[in-house]
């Protein structure tokens, strides 16, 4: 039974496992590129940090992509993101604008 599912499907797994590694390699690469700009000598703290974030979130999308099958998901999967990242921004842009707002009679 064993050596019918082996020959089965011999080319999907391949290929599949052939993606993996592409993935992995492409995960190694964005992680040697966000430790790289950590240690650019001409950057300052805030260019340092807004190249690690946009590095990061290559390899955000290259895993969620490809390892989690989202590139080939349905409408669903796609409004659901959406919806996430549009309320995530909301709640990034709320924090930023109430980052000041002190209540009356504090100090910080």
Avoid at 8 to 26: D, G, M, N, Q, T
Avoid at 41 to 64: D, E, R, S
Avoid at 78 to 88: D, E, Q, V
């Amino acid at each position: 039974m064993s050596q019918l599912h082996q020959v089965e499907h011999p080319v999907e797994f391949k290929s599949y496992l052939r993606r993996c590694l592409y993935v992995f390699i492409a995960v190694l690469c964005t992680t040697s590129l966000m430790i790289g700009a950590s240690f650019l000598p001409n950057y300052g703290w805030t260019a340092k940090v807004a190249m690690i974030l946009a590095v990061a979130c290559v390899n955000a999308f290259v895993v969620a992509g490809y390892l989690m099958h989202l590139l080939s998901e349905k409408k669903m999967i796609y409004t659901l993101l959406g919806f996430t990242i549009f309320f995530f921004a909301g709640l990034m842009g709320l924090t930023i604008w109430a980052m000041h707002d002190m209540p009356a009679g504090s100090s910080h």
